[in-house]
């Protein structure tokens, strides 16, 4: 590995800058409240036993005793203060964090101005430099600082002990095996650090790809719960929904079977009876076809089936053709229809899928007007939105606020209409899935005793002119 990228994947490894500061804070914030109350308690100690060894040291040694004495004490005043410092920010985030930024600096400078002073001075007594590799390897292996920053306070602590050495150590040969000895504690200190630092960057490193991992799996099992609630809650109002278009299946396959039954027995009924019966199988047969259609629909768009064919469709023209469609079930129920709709008014969208909303839309308003009932189409365009309504207006019973709420869902519940006509509710869910998927929308008012309006909110047309 060349040094440039061993430097690269040492900096910060990929991680966070906030990320790096939070572990390098919690990481020193700890090592160093370890290392303050077991130094404070033994630099006390020290002091204790250089002082009272006093009256025994020979007067030559005396100043070695008191730099001793006054170096462990000022070590001993610092560590104190840091622990204070650490207990009253634990709880304040503000200064915790200048604090915890703040506190491997100044450890590190008066740390280490007490290794190499202390160093200095023993030098009066022996050739040792125990302090100073003390320090360098202990607080090295304790505290994470950039290895730059480190290897700076190393340097400045490696120059001010070659500078004050000559003064307490005369000895030349040995002054030299010294500064060679620190040099080569520095340099492994320092190496140490780099060796660290990188090996931390690249623990946050890996520890954030597993989080995000980790994150990742808890969103992907949230949307599968999400998912599966919403599967099962499908499947619970589809199989409601079935059971009712099963219900009212059956019904209207048992009347009809009945009064072919008594047809065939041949019973006596005169002409205008006859003529009665077939008129309401012919009916009962055309309401079975209806919901026939609306649910292989319906299935289809729910298995993914159905494609969209978006085109210029003119609206005036696709009603006109619906209210054709539903030409005799009207004049049963004496139910006007009136088109309003402009002649040039187009929507973009599936003229088939359009012609089905329609035709759902009339037949309910049908539905629930009484007889003599008034049905009016209108369609207006909203430029703005470049969207086209189409309204479908009744003069029936109205509806209740909580009933319209449940509209255009599985769980809605068709009541009976004026004539008693039964229904599922099937249709206007079709209305409003067939809708959607032309990237438009159901919505509706109402009145209680005065009837209803749906709107069928889809896009307008490209390039079709339009009058309002």
Known sequence: MSIIEFYRKTKFANVPKQQVQEALGAHNRMFITYFCSLAAPLNLVYVTYFYRMLAETPEALLPWRWAIIYLHSCMFFVMAFTLLMLYFTRKQSQFQNIYTNLLPHYITVVAGTVAVIATAYDQMVT??????????????????????VYGVYLLLMYLALFALLPEFQKNQLLLNNIRLNTFTVTLASFLISLLQWRSLMLQLHHRSIIEKQQQKLATSYQAVMENTELLNQSNETKSKLLSIIA?????????????????????????????????????????THQLLNNLLLWSRSQLGNLQVEFENININKLVHEQVQYLHEMALDKK?????EVPNQMYAWADINMTGVIIRNLLANAMKYVHENGKVTIRASLDKKSSMMKIEVEDNGIGMEPAQMQKLFTVNTKSTLGTNKEQGTGLGLLLCSEFAKQQGGYMQVTSTIGEGSIFYCVLPAAKTAVHID
């Open 335 to 339: 139910v006007t229809y009136v088109n």
């Open 247 to 287: 219900h009212d299946l059956k019904g209207s396959m048992g009347n009809m079977r009945q009064m072919l039954a008594l047809m065939d027995a041949e019973i006596d009924m005169d002409v205008a009876e006859r003529k009665l019966w077939i008129h309401t199988l012919k009916e009962t047969a055309a309401k």
């Open 127 to 148: 050739g040792a430099v125990f302090p100073y590799v003390l320090f360098c390897f202990f607080y090295t292996v304790l505290v994470r600082l950039h290895p730059i």
